[in-house]
């Protein structure tokens, strides 16, 4: 069981302040939803929290089972058991879906996995995610149409089994079947393994598949609504303008 | 009428003598053309070629090439008469360890200026396969040695390859004879033991009319002191409808090792070659590497890869040659520089005139992997066909930061990260290799380099 708490955050780039004092918690096994329109912050939160060198925390924390993660490098926050779903992943050339798997998962252990023990995940994973196991042997995003870079995405989340895994955008760019057996990915991930996610998401198309517990609304880098399902609902109904008019209101 | 132009800006006009200013491009094509064309000494007895190209060493000066505006490429600090020809009497009993007892069609190991060892499978020696020093060949065999060496090595264009021409001892000499698929590499092997000697090599190999081989060659040193030249030759001439896949792996280590270096593939009717070398070292490496197209419907790959570090100086002119039409050529190189060293790949697309319905196209990769180092890349095109086809392409990469992050977000640090990229950069052509051993080699050279220069990296990647 791990938590990751997200306390006062405040990020900037080189121009601007992108986040303003961000609080989340997303617990294993939970499932969280955070939408905003564009612009709001959300890849901003995304990197932010596996610690891209670009974005600087200028106050406030990020921390896992009460471990603050703002000093640790990327790869380090990954083998604490924190993973991110590219919104935009990149091509790696010349390394192949499993050959790029077989080192990120020998990257979080002692021992070399072994060939057998690693073909059999590999083999359940291609299932759940419902790719040719040929798949695996092309270089990892090169080429890749955008539905196949999002599954080579759910694919290392399987393998690497994270506690806390956080989704940018992952049902952007999707036809109607990619984003349901991307989402039917996720929400097997979390019935299976119990992962918790940040599914972060501009459009809530995904949110039809993967039903969150918990929905945050993002804006001008700051949660400004909290609640559950019936959030994304009303979202869907009335669009961002009326909870900006209310927030405005209220503050 | 005379051509005329106006006098530039702060030229003394009027002045006799003044020479007539010549066509954008003339100079630059009279560089490359003498490049290629040198005078010859083959098609006589090794004694008469050995005393042209010694008149040629006497007559020249040590070379320097001017690869680009930035820099140049000068062996003139090389005292090459204190170099020395250093002999072995004894022979080994076994082949070199690092070919791992792989099944070989046949093995010529030379060491310094003597060869070291000969294996040939027996069974292809009594279906004429002819493997042994290219000194036996010339005695034993003397009418396919004339027939073939130096047709198409010169001598004369500078002083390192008339030195070549003239004191090669040892030499490795392969002759297939028509018909025979071989699916075994031969494998020949120069060794360097020792720093502050001279290495001539030549190897002559011949696949003749329809027979396929592999054929690897080595150049490998540890770290040697005191200035060495290893001065190569090969040429390799496949007839009609043969097919080959050569492979040529230079690691020359640590020491003062100058490698100059000519090879020149040539390809006949119907003929294919698939050429890639690999130059993973060497303190200064300059290599004229040559595929000519002889032959109607002759077609060739032309890979190539090279990784310069530390101080190292590479050069490489690579040429892609037409001489008849149809003919086809796919010219792939990659090459990645490090801590200060100074890289430079020229590459030459010439399609005589005449060779019509040549098609051809040449790439360049570069990966720059550190502020120090230098590496250029310059692509020329001479066409004297109009029904043809060539073109050139090419990219200028660094360490793309957002890779290294993605990479990260899976677990793996900086230094792993960077690995995966420089070695997915070169793995493209690794793989043509075709043999796991031998790509495995490949790839264990480049870690090592890489985990050498791990630091340097580092800081160049933080730098920007």
């Known amino acids: 069981m791990a938590e990751l708490q997200i306390r006062n955050l405040h990020v900037r780039t080189e121009d601007r302040e992108i986040l303003r004092g961000v609080d989340l918690t997303v617990r294993t096994g939970e499932l969280h939803a955070l939408l905003g329109p564009n612009g ?5 939160l995304a990197n932010t929290i596996m610690g891209h060198p670009s974005y600087e925390v200028t106050e406030g924390e990020i921390l896992l089972d009460g471990q603050a993660l703002n000093e640790l490098a990327p790869h380090e926050r990954a083998r604490l058991g924190l993973f991110l779903a590219f ?9 192949s879906v499993a050959n790029f798997l077989r080192m990120a998962i020998n990257a979080q252990r002692d021992e070399p996995i072994k060939v057998k023990e690693f073909g059999s995940q590999l ?11 040929s798949f695996t042997s092309r270089h990892l995003n090169d080429g890749f149409s955008g539905g196949e870079k999002k599954r080579a995405e759910i694919l290392q989340m399987a393998m690497l089994k994270p506690q806390i895994a956080v989704l940018d955008e ?18 097997k991930l979390h019935a299976e393994q119990g992962v918790g996610a940040l599914i972060i998401t501009h459009y ?3 949110l039809d598949y993967v039903k969150p517990q918990f929905v945050h609304i993002l804006m001008d880098g700051r949660i400004v609504m909290r609640g559950g399902p019936e959030l994304v609902a009303r979202l869907e109904r009335e669009g961002y303008d009326p909870i900006r008019e209310e927030v405005a209101a209220n503050a | 009428m005379p051509e005329t132009t106006p006098p530039a800006a702060g030229s003394s006009q009027g002045t006799p003598g003044t020479p007539a200013p010549r066509k954008a491009g003339t100079a630059r094509e009279a560089t490359l053309n003498f490049a290629l064309d040198g005078v010859g000494a083959g098609g006589v007895p090794l004694a008469e070629s050995r005393a042209l190209a010694l008149a040629a060493y006497e007559r020249l000066a040590l070379p320097a090439w001017r690869r680009s505006g930035f820099w140049t490429t000068t062996l003139e600090q090389l005292d090459i008469e204190s170099l020395e020809q250093l002999t072995h009497a004894e022979r080994d009993a076994d082949a070199p360890a690092f070919l791992g007892g792989q099944d070989a069609a046949g093995i010529l190991v030379q060491r310094d200026s003597s060869v070291a060892h000969v294996q040939l499978n027996g069974e292809l020696a009594q279906r004429g396969v002819i493997l042994c020093s290219l000194e036996e060949a010339a005695q034993n065999h003397p009418q396919l040695f004339e027939r073939y060496y130096l047709r198409r090595l010169q001598i004369d264009r500078h002083k390192i390859e008339a030195a070549s021409a003239a004191f090669w001892s040892g030499g490795a000499f392969l002759y297939v004879p028509p018909g025979l698929e071989l699916d075994d590499p031969f494998q020949i092997v120069y060794e360097i033991s020792r720093g502050g000697t001279a290495q001539y090599a030549h190897t002559l190999a011949i696949v003749d009319r329809g ?5 690897r060659e080595y150049g490998l040193a540890g770290d040697t002191e005191g200035d060495t030249l290893h001065a190569g030759a090969f040429e390799l001439y496949l007839e009609d409808a043969a097919r080959c896949r050569l492979a040529q792996v230079t690691d020359w280590g640590g020491g003062r090792v100058h490698d100059v270096s000519t090879s020149v593939v040539e390809v006949a009717r119907d003929a294919y070659c698939h050429w890639l070398p690999a130059l993973l070292g060497g303190a200064l490496i300059h290599h004229h590497d040559e595929i000519a197209v002889a032959g109607q419907g002759g077609d060739m790959a032309f890979r190539g890869l090279f990784f310069a570090q530390r101080d190292e100086h590479l050069d490489v002119f690579a040429v892609d040659l037409h001489e008849t039409g149809p003919s086809g050529g796919d010219v792939h190189w990659r090459g990645a520089a490090s801590g200060e060293s100074r890289a430079s790949f020229e590459g030459l697309i010439k399609i005589n005139q005449g060779a019509q319905q040549s098609h051809t196209y040449l790439q360049f990769h570069s990966m720059l992997l550190s502020a ?32 290294i992050f993605y990479m990260q977000t899976r677990g793996l640090t900086r230094p792993q990260a960077v690995r995966v990229i420089v070695e997915g950069f070169f793995e493209p052509l690794i793989v043509q290799l075709d ?14 380099k890489l985990a050498g220069a791990a630091d340097e990296i580092e800081r160049y990647a933080l730098a920007r």
């Open chain 2, 435 to 448: 043999d796991p051993q031998l790509e495995q080699l490949v790839r264990d050279r480049i870690g090592a």
């Open chain 1, 40 to 44: 709001s912050g959300k890849s901003t």
């Open chain 1, 87 to 95: 919104q935009y992943p990149v091509a790696v050339p010349g390394v």
């Open chain 1, 204 to 206: 809530q198309r995904i």
């Open chain 1, 123 to 133: 083999d359940h994973a291609v299932r759940l995610l419902d790719v040719d196991r």
């Open chain 2, 211 to 215: 027979s396929s081989i592999r054929l």
């Open chain 1, 170 to 187: 992952t049902d952007s760019g999707l036809d109607i079947d990619a984003l349901r057996t991307v989402a039917e990915g996720v929400a």
């Open chain 2, 372 to 403: 120090d180092a230098e590496l250029d890349a310059i692509p020329s095109v001479l066409v004297g066909a109009d029904d043809v086809s060539a073109s050139h392409g090419g990219t200028v990469g660094e360490l793309d930061e957002d890779l």
